[in-house]
């Protein structure tokens, strides 16, 4: 004779029955967590990849936005730039006019002189001044550097 198990309900038979079909020989508790493991990496790995995928389009734009940023500044930094050195090209200017005007005694060379001095006293920019007539021939030299 044979022993049989008794079931206390019908619903307990049918749901041994159907985790012995499922799976001969394995409990059924071990094909559920199986089943949850496959699900959880499937869900953890979708995630994951939508996580990367977020963060390199953010680093992208951020990457852009950084970019126009220092374009901008390095624009404003050169317009600032060049108005400085146009500002101080056009004070030399002013100041090598002003030693080039034409003197009430044209003959005067030792007045022209002193003007010439002084334009090396307020423009320490300047090194060298000369004073050619209409035929380029040097009439007066006056050097910073000591050459005259």
């Given amino acids: 004779m044979s022993t049989i198990d008794p079931v206390d309900t019908p619903a307990q038979a049918i749901a041994a029955t159907v985790a012995a079909v499922a799976r001969p020989g394995a409990p059924p508790d071990q094909h ?13 790995s979708l995630v994951s990849v939508a996580l990367l995928a977020s963060g390199g389009i953010s680093l992208y734009f951020s990457y852009q936005e950084n970019k126009a940023a220092l374009a901008s500044l ?3 930094k050169a317009i600032a730039a060049a108005s400085r050195i146009e500002q101080y090209i056009r004070q030399i200017s002013q100041q090598l006019q002003y ?32 004073l050619l007539d209409a035929d380029g021939k040097e009439q007066n030299a006056v050097s910073r550097l000591g050459r005259t």
Avoid: C, N
């Fill in 32 to 44: 559920r967590g199986h089943l949850f493991r496959k699900y959880l990496l499937l869900i953890l």
């Fill in 74 to 76: 390095q624009q404003e």
């Fill in 99 to 130: 030693a080039s005007l034409p003197q009430l005694d044209a003959g005067d060379v030792e007045m022209r002189r002193v003007e010439f001095l002084k334009l090396l006293r307020q423009a320490p920019e300047v090194t060298d001044i000369a």
